[in-house]
């Protein structure tokens, strides 16, 4: 059957059924080759309301706090439900300056509440390499953020001075053992130096379960990517660090580090939390993107096969300098 302009229907029909399945192929390629194709803004999370139950005290203010005078802080503080400022992407150096003068930061970055003693005690760490624009916009966020929370905290800021491809994970291991040279901290928190943490109510502290902090990131839509992403930001008690031999040593250049690091906490029967969705928010710093290591999924692998032999268990590294700025205790690191 012809049309007016001689042109077949059936053959007019083939073309639009041709032209729909392509659209759909470029439509489901586009979704395999996006990083957040399984993305979902829906996952288990402990509630709100169940977030104070499942925080984890310091043994050692529990029992410091029976030889002071003063009393526990709260586990949550009141008024955390706003959000801070977004932090200025100009600082500068005497801004800096005059924040820890301001905020009444300790040497190396640290501070705790005078009023009361805080059921937190965290250490930060974070592995650096040339990101002093990210880092001078995370401290001038991050110290009120995480004063408000009334949290004994210390800052590592843990620098790769050895050439070649970063070591992410090994260098959030040297921030752990150098840390305990320093205090018994009973909360790690393992932090990427771009990310910035929208809401005061994402405490900084630890919970009976390692968490994923970073599980709602502006770069993904506010959505997760895979339910098994351990990376970013993430929460876990020193006993559980310990427990799972901490990061391999082994994943040199980007990416692979965290999921092993995930595999081996279910390796030992642990499982991740994370708290809901509108309160896990951050915004990541824009930032060159760094090319993947052609090694990890070889890594990861053969990884399952080192979980007891490489680690923090088996960790060599030569500490170049360590010196106490105002706002970070800062450790240059020969891997």
């Given at each position: 059957m012809l049309t007016r302009t001689g042109i077949n229907v059936f053959q007019s029909k083939d073309v639009i059924k041709r032209f729909i399945f392509s659209i759909a192929f470029v439509f489901v390629l586009c979704c395999i080759l996006h990083p957040s194709r399984f993305a979902s803004s829906y996952y288990p999370y402990i509630k709100y309301s169940d977030i104070e139950n499942e925080l984890e005290p310091?043994?050692?203010?529990?029992?410091?706090?029976?030889?002071?005078?003063?009393?526990l802080c709260s586990l949550i503080p009141k008024e955390l439900e706003t959000s801070l400022q977004y932090p200025n992407e100009s600082v500068r150096e005497y801004d800096l300056k005059y924040l820890a003068h301001m905020h009444n930061i300790a040497e190396g970055g640290a501070w705790e509440p005078p009023q009361c003693i805080s059921q937190h005690q965290v250490a930060i760490v974070i592995p650096y390499r040339n990101r002093t624009l990210q880092l001078q916009i995370f401290l001038s966020y991050i110290h009120p953020f995480l004063q408000k929370q009334m949290l004994n905290y210390r800052i590592f800021i843990i620098e790769q001075g050895t050439k070649g491809a970063f070591n992410r994970a090994k260098l959030?291991?040297?921030?752990?053992?150098?840390?305990?040279?320093?205090?018994?901290?009973?909360?790690?928190?393992?932090?990427?130096?771009?990310?910035?943490?929208?809401?005061?109510?994402?405490?900084?502290?630890?919970?009976?379960?390692?968490?994923?902090?970073?599980?709602?990131?502006?770069?993904?839509?506010?959505?997760?990517?895979?339910?098994?992403l351990f990376g970013g930001a993430v929460a876990i008690l020193q006993k559980q660090f310990e427990l799972v031999n901490g990061f391999s040593n082994f994943f040199y250049g980007w990416g692979g580090e965290d999921d092993d690091f995930q595999s081996r906490i279910i390796n030992r029967g642990m499982t991740l939390c994370r708290f809901p969705p509108d309160v896990a928010r951050y915004t990541m710093l824009s930032h060159a993107k760094e090319l993947p290591s052609d090694n990890r999924f070889l890594n990861l692998r053969l990884g399952r096969e080192r979980f007891e032999t490489d680690g923090v268990n088996t960790l060599k590294y030569t500490v170049i300098k360590l010196v106490y700025y105002p706002l970070y205790t800062w450790v240059l690191v020969d891997l």
């Open positions: 310091s043994p050692h203010a529990l029992a410091l706090v029976k030889e002071s005078d003063k009393p959030l291991n040297v921030g752990y053992a150098e840390a305990l040279k320093i205090f018994p901290y009973h909360c790690f928190i393992f932090h990427d130096v771009d990310l910035i943490p929208q809401k005061l109510s994402n405490m900084y502290a630890c919970t009976h379960q390692p968490r994923h902090m970073s599980s709602s990131l502006n770069t993904f839509r506010y959505n997760l990517p895979y339910e098994q």
